[in-house]
C-alpha cells in the first residue's frame, strides 16, 4: 500500500514510535523492571539473591530460553499482594503509551503464583484494575490471556482452569508458555480442548526454540488462532503455505530472539522474510524488562539493522489489528487511524 521509499529515510524512526500499533505478545510478569523488583521486595520483604539493581541486570546475561526462564521466575517471587500486581501491569501500560500503544493483550502466568499460595483472585484483581485504568486514563484498551507452564503437567493445567473459572469475564483466551523443547503442544490437548467448549481464544508459544512440528501440533491438536513466536517456520514450505493461506498470525519478538541466541544477532533475523512469504506477522517485546527494550525499540533495532522501510511498517502496524482479538469494527477504526497517521508523514515529508 506504501511505496517502500515514501517516506524519508530520516523520518521512518519517527513513524515507527507515533504509529498505532497493538501489542500481543507481551508477558505480564516479563515486563518486571529491576528498580520495581527490589522496590516490591522491600515493601514485602521478600529477600533476594541480589544485593542491587545493577547485580541483577549484570545477571541478565542469557544462553538459551531456560537460562532466562530460572530468573525471570525469581524475579516474579516479589509478586504477593493486589497491588503488586496493579503496579506491574500499570508501569507496563504507562510504556505502553508512550510507544503508542492502543490495544494490547498481555499474557500472565497463574501458576508461577499460584504455587507460591498467591490467591487466583488477587493476581486477577490487581491485573483487572490496571487494565481497566489503562482504558480509562490512557485510551489502550486490553485483554488478558492466561498462560499455562509447559513444563507442568496437563492435570495441573486443569486444576489452573477450575481456579481460574470464577474470573472467566476477566481472560479472553489461554496460551502456552514456559519451557518449550520436551513438552510439545500436544501434552495439553485435553485442557485447550476444554477452553475452546467455553468460548476462550487460544494461543500457544511454538516454533521459538522446538521444531515446525511443535508449530504443525499447535495448530492440529490444539486448534490454536495464533503462534506467538513461531521463527522456525521458515524451514517448512507446506507450514508457510499452510499459515499464509489462512493468515494465521504470528507474533514475533525480534530483540527476545537475539537475548535467547535463537539469532546470534538481530541482522541475522527473518522476520523481513517472513512478511516477504505473506505471512501475517508482527512485532512484539516478549518480556521487555529483560531483553533490552519495549515495542518501540524491538521495531527501531529491527528495522534499522533489517533495512526495512515504509511499506513493512504499515504492514506490521497493520498485522497487529488485524492478528487481535478485538472485534472487526473495532479493527476498522484502527486501520482508519493508521492510514492518517501515515498520510501525515507523507503529506508533511
Ligand atoms: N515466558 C516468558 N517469556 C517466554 C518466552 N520467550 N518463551 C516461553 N515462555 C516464556
Ligand atoms: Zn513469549
Redesign the pocket.
Known amino acids: 500500500m506504501y511505496k517502500a521509499n515514501a517516506v524519508s529515510e530520516n523520518r521512518l524512526p519517527e513513524l515507527l514510535k507515533a504509529m498505532p500499533k497493538a501489542e500481543l505478545h507481551i ?1 505480564i ?2 515486563s518486571l523492571e529491576p528498580e520495581l523488583i527490589f522496590k516490591l521486595a522491600k515493601r514485602n520483604q521478600v529477600n533476594l539473591p541480589y544485593s542491587s539493581v545493577e547485580e541483577l541486570r549484570g545477571a541478565y546475561a542469557f544462553t538459551n ?1 531456560q537460562s ?2 530460572d530468573i ?1 521466575y525469581a524475579g516474579a517471587s516479589v509478586l504477593i499482594k493486589e497491588e503488586d500486581f496493579y503496579d506491574m501491569a500499570w508501569e507496563y501500560f504507562l510504556k505502553a503509551s508512550r510507544d503508542n500503544v492502543v490495544h494490547a493483550e498481555l ?1 500472565f ?1 497463574p501458576q508461577t503464583h499460584t504455587s507460591r499460595g498467591i490467591a487466583m483472585s488477587t493476581i486477577m484483581g490487581g491485573l483487572s484494575r490496571a487494565c481497566r485504568e489503562a482504558s480509562e486514563k490512557l485510551n489502550i484498551s486490553s485483554a488478558l490471556i492466561l ?1 499455562f ?2 513444563h507442568l503437567s496437563e492435570e495441573e493445567a486443569l486444576l489452573t482452569l477450575d481456579e481460574a473459572l470464577p474470573f472467566r469475564d476477566q481472560f479472553i483466551g489461554v496460551g502456552l ?4 523443547l520436551g513438552h510439545p503442544p500436544e501434552k495439553f490437548a485435553k485442557v485447550f480442548a476444554k477452553c475452546k467448549g467455553l468460548g476462550l481464544r487460544l494461543v500457544a ?1 511454538a516454533g ?2 522446538g521444531p515446525t512440528s511443535y508449530i504443525w501440533s499447535a495448530l492440529e491438536s490444539l486448534g490454536v488462532e495464533r503462534i ?2 513461531g521463527v522456525q517456520s521458515l524451514g517448512d514450505p507446506a507450514l508457510i503455505k499452510y499459515l499464509s493461506d489462512k493468515r494465521l498470525p504470528l507474533t514475533v ?1 525480534p530483540l ?1 530472539n537475539v537475548k ?1 541466541k535463537v539469532f546470534s544477532k538481530l541482522s541475522d533475523h527473518n522476520i523481513g522474510q517472513m512478511l516477504d512469504q505473506g505471512l501475517c506477522v508482527t512485532i512484539n517485546s ?2 521487555p524488562a ?1 531483553f533490552g527494550g519495549y515495542i518501540n525499540q524491538n521495531f527501531l533495532e529491527t528495522f534499522s539493522a533489517l533495512g526495512l522501510g515504509t511499506s513493512q511498517a504499515y504492514a506490521f502496524a497493520r498485522n497487529s489489528f488485524e492478528a487481535s482479538f478485538a472485534s472487526t469494527e473495532q479493527k476498522e477504526k484502527w486501520f482508519h487511524a493508521l492510514k492518517l497517521c501515515f498520510e501525515s508523514f507523507i503529506e508533511n515529508d
Open positions: 508477558h510478569e516479563g530460553l532466562f526462564l525471570y499474557f502466568d498462560c507452564l509447559r508458555d514456559s519451557s518449550e508459544h521459538e526454540e506467538d513466536h519478538c527476545s535467547l516478549d518480556d529483560y
